[in-house]
């Protein structure tokens, strides 16, 4: 017999799914992103070549943001994670910085260090997206049918009508968080609930979904 907190959607029709990101994708541009990143500092100390600093570092956020975005396309609402957004702000800050150290705004030095916090701050929300344990599940739908806002009492609802963004959200924490979204596959329309932030090998307890996710079976009317 299967414990209530055990008790996955795959229980009440849903059926679960991978969304996993392209490593290649992600990997390959933040790889090359770090050959500029490590250039500025030689040319800094060296002062050989100091025109293409702004050029080296700027060029090495770009590469860092271009894997991020590969890693994140793959599943909708993921910003809503405080630690995957403060790696694409503090990436967006470096790009900020080096248009400044170009203007003479700033001293090369923070672009540098604003370069370097960048990397590492994308480096933890890639690490995080990576680790994470891909529960996502859809059932089919119905653009007119609704979700059974009467018994989402916990949850922050957007639309009870069908959406191509975030319909209903329910945060656990700053950093995971469950939310309901539409989307059109090669099937027809469905519904996804995707519970991001849990890390790989820690059960999660569904109980916190606060769902009765038989209500979203519209199948068994």
């Known amino acids: 017999m299967t414990r209530a907190r055990d008790r996955s959607p795959e229980h009440h029709g849903w059926r679960k799914i991978e969304l996993k990101p392209n490593a290649g ?5 933040l790889s090359w992103g770090i050959l500029p990143l490590a250039l500025t500092v030689i040319v800094w100390f060296t002062e050989t070549g100091l025109d293409y600093v702004t050029w080296l570092g700027s060029g090495s956020v770009i590469l860092m943001l271009v894997g991020g975005m590969g890693a994140v396309s793959a599943r909708q609402g993921i910003f809503n994670s405080q630690k995957v957004g403060l790696g694409f702000f503090f ?3 470096s790009l900020f910085a080096w248009l400044m150290v170009a ?3 700033l001293a090369t030095e923070f672009g ?8 590492i701050m994308i480096y933890r929300s890639l690490d995080f997206i990576f680790k994470d344990s891909n529960l996502i599940f859809e059932i089919d739908w119905d653009a007119k049918n609704r979700i059974p806002v009467k018994s989402m009492k916990t949850w922050d609802i957007r639309s009870s009508k069908y959406a191509q963004n975030t319909m209903a959200l329910k945060r ?3 950093d995971s968080f469950a939310h309901i979204y539409g989307t059109r596959t090669k099937e027809g329309l469905v519904i996804r609930l995707d519970i991001f ?4 090998g820690e059960k999660f307890d569904y109980r916190k979904l606060g769902l009765n996710l038989d209500e979203f079976n519209y199948e068994d009317e």
Request: proline share 8%.
């Open 103 to 105: 203007n003479d705004n």
């Open 197 to 200: 932030g849990i890390p790989l």
């Open 172 to 174: 656990f924490d700053k």
């Open 25 to 29: 994708s992600v990997l390959l541009p």
């Open 112 to 119: 540098i260090v604003s370069s370097y916090l960048a990397f």
């Open 91 to 93: 990436s967006c800050l």
